[in-house]
C-alpha cells in the first residue's frame, strides 16, 4: 500500500492506471477510521481494480465554533486499517497541500442543502462539494463510496455529479451500527459513557418511527415526529433538528412521496451526532 501527500503524484498515478485500463474507486474520508469506514472500503474492494482511501480533515466544511481543531485523528490506527481492508493507496495531503493559498473557485449546491445540516451548517457543504470534487480530479474514480449516515452529503454529492457531469459512479454503502444501536461515528469518542448510554435513544426512536411510518403511511410523519423529539428530549439530548424529507429533493414530503428521509441531528453535551432512517413509501 501506497501513501501520497502530493496531489500532482497522485493525479500522475492515477492516469496511468487509466491508461493501462484499470479502474479505480475513492473512498473519501477525515480518517479516525472505524468498522463503517472498513465497510466503505470493502465495497470499493469489490468494484475496481485500484482502491485509493482519501484521508483528509477538510478545513472548510467546518465553521468557525466547530470542531475542526480537537477532531479526532490516528495516522497509524488509520494505516493499518487500509491495509488489512485491501486498500492500494492513501492520500493524505496537508491543508496546504489541498488548497492554494489564494483558492477563489468552490463548489456550491443551492436546494438540498438549505436544509437539515445545511441550516445549521450553512457552509458544510459547499466545503465538502468542493474538496470531494477536488478529490475526483486528483483520483479519476471510476466509481466512488459514501455511506448513508451522512444520507444528506451522499445526495448532494449525487446531484453534484449529475448536475456537473462527473463521470463518477456513486456507491451508497449501509450505515454500521454498533451492537446496541449507536450509528458509528468518528465523534462518538467525544462521549461519555453517560452520554453515550442516552445517545441510544437515537436510534430507538427511529427504530420506533420507521415502524410506526411503514405500518401507517405519510399521515403518522407529523406525529412520530413529535413523540421522537419527546423521546429524546426527555434523554437529555438536545435537538438542532429531527425532520423527515422526501429523497427525491428534501422537500417536506407530500402525497406523491415515494421514500423518506427521517433525518435527525442531536446534541449530548457539546457531541452533534447526526443518525436516520430511510423509510420506503408503498
Ligand atoms: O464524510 C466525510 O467524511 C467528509 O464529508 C468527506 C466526504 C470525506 C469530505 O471531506
Redesign the pocket.
Given at each position: 500500500m501506497k501513501i501520497i501527500q502530493e496531489a500532482a503524484e497522485l493525479q500522475k498515478l492515477a492516469l496511468s492506471y487509466k491508461r493501462t485500463g484499470k479502474t479505480i474507486a475513492l473512498v473519501?474520508?477525515?480518517g479516525y477510521l472505524h468498522a463503517g469506514h472498513a465497510s466503505l472500503i470493502d465495497i470499493a474492494r469489490q468494484r475496481a481494480d485500484v482502491v485509493i482511501v482519501?484521508i483528509?480533515?477538510?478545513p472548510t466544511?467546518f465553521g468557525p465554533n466547530e470542531d475542526l481543531d480537537k477532531y479526532p485523528r490516528d495516522f497509524e490506527h488509520d494505516r493499518e486499517l487500509c491495509a488489512a481492508h485491501g486498500a492500494d493507496i492513501i492520500y493524505a495531503p496537508t491543508p496546504g497541500g489541498m488548497y492554494a493559498a489564494d483558492a477563489s473557485v468552490e463548489i456550491v449546491e443551492n436546494h438540498l442543502s438549505k436544509v437539515l445540516c445545511g441550516k445549521t451548517r450553512p457552509i458544510?457543504f459547499k466545503?465538502?462539494c468542493t474538496?470531494?470534487a477536488k478529490?475526483f480530479n486528483l483520483t479519476l474514480p471510476d466509481v466512488a463510496v459514501?455511506?448513508e449516515?451522512?444520507a444528506q452529503?451522499l445526495l448532494i454529492?449525487r446531484r453534484m455529479v449529475r448536475d456537473l457531469n462527473f463521470p463518477v459512479e456513486i456507491v451508497a454503502a449501509p450505515l454500521v451500527r454498533q451492537e446496541d444501536g449507536l450509528a458509528l461515528s468518528?465523534r462518538n469518542r467525544y462521549l461519555s459513557c453517560d452520554e453515550k448510554a442516552r445517545a441510544l435513544v437515537l436510534s430507538r426512536a427511529l427504530f420506533a418511527a420507521r415502524k410506526a411510518i411503514e405500518a401507517n403511511g405519510i399521515e403518522a410523519v407529523d406525529g412520530v415526529i413529535e413523540a421522537m423529539k419527546v423521546e429524546i428530549t426527555n434523554a437529555g439530548g438536545r435537538i438542532d433538528y429531527v425532520e423527515a424529507r422526501d429523497t427525491a429533493n428534501l422537500d417536506a414530503p407530500t402525497a406523491a412521496t415515494k421514500e423518506i428521509l427521517l433525518a435527525l441531528a442531536v446534541y449530548f453535551g457539546t457531541t452533534r451526532l447526526i443518525d436516520n432512517q430511510i423509510i420506503g413509501l408503498n
Amino acid at each position: 500500500m501506497k501513501i501520497i501527500q502530493e496531489a500532482a503524484e497522485l493525479q500522475k498515478l492515477a492516469l496511468s492506471y487509466k491508461r493501462t485500463g484499470k479502474t479505480i474507486a475513492l473512498v473519501p474520508t477525515m480518517g479516525y477510521l472505524h468498522a463503517g469506514h472498513a465497510s466503505l472500503i470493502d465495497i470499493a474492494r469489490q468494484r475496481a481494480d485500484v482502491v485509493i482511501v482519501s484521508i483528509f480533515v477538510n478545513p472548510t466544511q467546518f465553521g468557525p465554533n466547530e470542531d475542526l481543531d480537537k477532531y479526532p485523528r490516528d495516522f497509524e490506527h488509520d494505516r493499518e486499517l487500509c491495509a488489512a481492508h485491501g486498500a492500494d493507496i492513501i492520500y493524505a495531503p496537508t491543508p496546504g497541500g489541498m488548497y492554494a493559498a489564494d483558492a477563489s473557485v468552490e463548489i456550491v449546491e443551492n436546494h438540498l442543502s438549505k436544509v437539515l445540516c445545511g441550516k445549521t451548517r450553512p457552509i458544510h457543504f459547499k466545503g465538502v462539494c468542493t474538496v470531494v470534487a477536488k478529490l475526483f480530479n486528483l483520483t479519476l474514480p471510476d466509481v466512488a463510496v459514501f455511506g448513508e449516515k451522512d444520507a444528506q452529503q451522499l445526495l448532494i454529492i449525487r446531484r453534484m455529479v449529475r448536475d456537473l457531469n462527473f463521470p463518477v459512479e456513486i456507491v451508497a454503502a449501509p450505515l454500521v451500527r454498533q451492537e446496541d444501536g449507536l450509528a458509528l461515528s468518528s465523534r462518538n469518542r467525544y462521549l461519555s459513557c453517560d452520554e453515550k448510554a442516552r445517545a441510544l435513544v437515537l436510534s430507538r426512536a427511529l427504530f420506533a418511527a420507521r415502524k410506526a411510518i411503514e405500518a401507517n403511511g405519510i399521515e403518522a410523519v407529523d406525529g412520530v415526529i413529535e413523540a421522537m423529539k419527546v423521546e429524546i428530549t426527555n434523554a437529555g439530548g438536545r435537538i438542532d433538528y429531527v425532520e423527515a424529507r422526501d429523497t427525491a429533493n428534501l422537500d417536506a414530503p407530500t402525497a406523491a412521496t415515494k421514500e423518506i428521509l427521517l433525518a435527525l441531528a442531536v446534541y449530548f453535551g457539546t457531541t452533534r451526532l447526526i443518525d436516520n432512517q430511510i423509510i420506503g413509501l408503498n
